[in-house]
C-alpha cells in the first residue's frame, strides 16, 4: 500500500518536471431551459481598414491585374469570405477613418484627388477605392456594410451630407451627386459608427469633449425614408471605464447613439514589443490566453456601466476592433501590420467568440481586426495567391451560432498552469439554431494536456449527438502558408460518447472542438 503511494507521488512529480501529457476533466453544465437570448450574427462581423495591404492589394486589385476580379474585387476573397456569411464589414477605418474625406472618393477615379495615409505609413492614398466601390464589395459579399465617419478632423456637416448621399431618397445636391456618379437609388445602410478611438488618433480628445461633440454630430444624422441609423459611439479601450461612464451618463433620456464601441487588442508582450507572431514559446502562449481572457472582465466591467443607466439593455455594446496584434512580419513595411497567424490565433479567436456570445445579451457586434492581409487576418494573400489562417476556419466552425439562442452554461474547469500561474484550460458557448440544433463549443487552452469534458443538459428530455468537428496542430506555432496545403483545418471529431445522459469529451490539448446535438 506504502509502496503504491510513493509510486503515484513519484508519478506526479515526474509529471510536474517533465511535463509528461495528462488528462484533466472539466464538467459543465448548459441550461436549455434557460435560453433566453439571441447571439447576433453580427458578433461574427469584420473590418477593413486603408491600412497596409487590407484594400489595396488586398480586396482591391490594379485595373489591369491577371488576378480574377469583379470590377477590381478580388473574387477569391469574395468567395472565401462568402462561405464564412460574414454578417458585417467596418469601413474604411480605425485611425483612417478620421483623417478620411469622403468626397475625395467619389466621382470619376481619374479626378480624385491623392491624400497622405499619415497613421500608416504616409503612403500616397489614390481614393480609387471610395464609397461606390465600398457598397459594391457589401453587394458582394451579401453583407452589412458599417461606415464609421470622421470625427476627429471633419465636419458635421461633411457627415451629414455622407449620410444623405447614401440614403435619402429626396431631391437635393447630395442624391444628385450621387445619381450623377451612377448610382439612382439609395446604398441604404443602417450601422454608422460616429468617430474611432477619439481618446487618441481620432482627435485626443477628453471623454466629456467627445460626448459633447457626439450629442452635435448625432442631431444631424438623420434617418432618411425607412432607412433607420444605428449610430455607435466612440467608446473607450480595454479598460477606459471612465469613458464609458462619461458617454452612459450624458446619454441617459436621450438618443444620441444606439451602441458604443469598445476596442481591445491581445498583445502579449507590451504596444513597443509585441512578440513574433509564428516564433514563440510557452511563456508567449500562456501571456497571451492570460491577456485574451480579461476582455472577458472588461466586457463585465463596461456592461455593469451600461446597465446603471440602460438596464433595460437598450443599447449594444459593439467590439468593432479585437484580436491578436503581434509584431509585423520580419521584412514587411512594420506600419503595415501583416502578421502570420498560427493555431495560437485560432483559439485567441474561439475563447473571444465564446465571450461574446456568453454576453449576447448586451454585446451585440464585433469585427476581428482585419478581414485581409492586416493583424488577426482570415486571409492573407501574396501576389494572386491565397491561404486561409487558421482564424478562418474557426469562423467557418462558429458559424452554427449565427443569430442563434445562447444556452447558458456553468462551468469547473481544470486549470492550466505555466510557471506557478493559472488559467482556466476550457472555455466554451452553446446555442440553439432555428432548426433545433444545438452546438457546443469548446476550447482547451492547456498545450500540454488533454481534458476530458462532462457535459450535462438541464431541461432536456434527453439528447443525442449527431456530430463533432474540430480544429488542432501538432505544435502551437503550426501555420497555414503560401505553397503549401493547409495544415490547420477543420477535421471530423469523434472522441465523444453519451455516459448515463452525460455527453463526455475527450479533447486533445490545444484543441477547439464543436459537437452538434438535438434533443430525441
Ligand atoms: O486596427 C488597427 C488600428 O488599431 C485602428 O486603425 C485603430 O482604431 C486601432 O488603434
Keep these: 500500500m506504502q509502496k503504491h503511494y510513493l509510486l503515484s507521488i513519484l ?26 437570448h439571441q447571439i447576433s450574427k453580427h458578433i461574427y462581423g469584420h473590418f477593413a481598414e486603408h491600412l497596409g495591404r487590407c484594400i489595396y492589394d488586398g ?54 484627388p491623392t491624400m497622405v495615409n499619415v497613421h500608416w505609413g504616409n503612403v500616397t492614398e489614390d481614393n480609387s477605392f471610395g464609397t461606390h466601390e465600398f457598397f459594391e464589395l457589401c ?65 485626443n480628445m477628453t471623454a466629456q469633449y467627445y460626448t459633447d461633440n457626439l450629442r ?21 479601450y480595454g479598460d477606459y ?33 509585441k512578440g513574433d507572431a ?12 492570460t491577456k485574451t481572457l480579461l476582455m472577458e472582465e472588461h466586457i463585465q466591467k463596461h456592461t455593469a456601466i451600461m446597465d446603471k443607466y440602460d438596464p433595460e439593455k437598450t443599447k449594444g455594446l459593439i467590439v468593432d476592433e479585437w484580436g491578436n496584434w503581434h509584431d509585423s512580419a520580419p521584412g514587411s513595411n512594420p506600419a503595415f501590420l501583416y502578421q502570420q497567424n498560427t493555431l495560437r490565433d485560432a483559439l485567441v479567436a474561439s475563447v473571444n467568440l465564446d465571450m461574446f456570445n456568453n454576453h449576447c445579451e448586451r454585446v451585440k457586434m464585433a469585427n476581428i481586426a482585419q478581414a485581409v492581409n492586416v493583424l488577426q487576418s482570415v486571409i492573407l494573400t501574396k501576389g494572386n495567391e491565397m491561404v486561409l489562417t487558421p482564424t478562418y476556419y474557426v469562423f467557418k466552425m462558429y458559424k452554427v451560432h449565427h443569430d442563434a439562442t445562447l444556452i447558458p452554461h456553468q462551468k469547473k474547469s481544470a486549470s492550466y498552469t505555466f510557471n506557478d500561474k493559472k488559467i482556466e484550460a476550457v472555455h466554451t458557448s ?91
Excluded at 13 to 36: C, F, M, P, R
Excluded at 92 to 109: E, N, S
Design 11 to 36: 508519478t506526479l512529480l515526474l509529471i510536474s518536471q517533465l511535463g509528461v501529457a495528462q488528462t484533466n476533466t472539466s464538467t459543465v453544465i448548459y441550461h436549455l431551459d434557460s435560453a433566453e
Design 59 to 112: 480586396f482591391w486589385v490594379e485595373e489591369d491585374s491577371k488576378i480574377p476580379n469583379q470590377g477590381r474585387i478580388r473574387t477569391d476573397i469574395i468567395e472565401a469570405l462568402k462561405e464564412l456569411s460574414i454578417p458585417s464589414l467596418r469601413w474604411p477605418g480605425g485611425c483612417f477613418a478620421d483623417t478620411y474625406h469622403w468626397k475625395d472618393g467619389i466621382g470619376p477615379r481619374e479626378d480624385r
Design 139 to 203: 453587394e458582394l459579399l451579401d453583407c452589412e456594410p458599417i461606415i464609421c465617419g470622421n470625427l476627429g478632423s471633419g465636419t458635421v456637416q461633411e457627415m451629414a451630407q455622407w449620410v444623405e448621399y447614401i440614403n435619402s431618397n429626396n431631391i437635393s445636391p447630395m442624391t444628385k451627386l450621387r445619381e450623377q456618379n451612377g448610382r439612382k437609388e439609395p446604398f441604404k445602410i443602417k450601422y454608422w459608427g460616429v468617430g474611432n478611438e477619439n481618446w487618441g488618433c481620432g482627435g
Design 216 to 236: 452635435r454630430y448625432s442631431s444631424y444624422l438623420k434617418d432618411y425614408g425607412d432607412q433607420k441609423l444605428y449610430k455607435i459611439a466612440g467608446g473607450g
Design 241 to 273: 471605464y471612465d469613458w464609458t461612464e462619461t458617454l452612459m451618463k450624458d446619454e441617459k433620456g436621450r438618443k444620441s447613439f444606439d451602441g458604443l464601441s469598445l476596442h481591445y487588442y491581445t498583445l502579449n508582450k507590451t504596444w513597443a514589443k
Design 278 to 289: 509564428v516564433e514563440f514559446g510557452e511563456a508567449d502562449w500562456f501571456s497571451t490566453m
Design 430 to 520: 452553446c446555442s440553439k439554431d432555428a432548426n433545433g440544433k444545438i452546438h457546443v463549443t469548446i476550447t482547451n487552452l492547456d498545450p500540454n494536456n488533454g481534458q476530458v469534458i462532462n457535459c450535462s443538459f438541464e431541461g432536456a428530455t434527453s439528447m443525442k449527438a449527431l456530430k463533432g468537428k474540430y480544429i488542432t496542430a501538432s505544435k502551437m506555432n503550426d501555420l497555414n502558408d503560401f505553397g503549401k496545403k493547409e495544415t490547420i483545418i477543420i477535421q471530423d471529431f469523434m472522441d465523444y460518447s453519451f455516459k448515463k445522459g452525460e455527453l463526455q469529451i475527450k479533447m486533445p490539448s490545444k484543441s477547439i472542438v464543436m459537437i452538434e446535438l438535438e434533443e430525441k
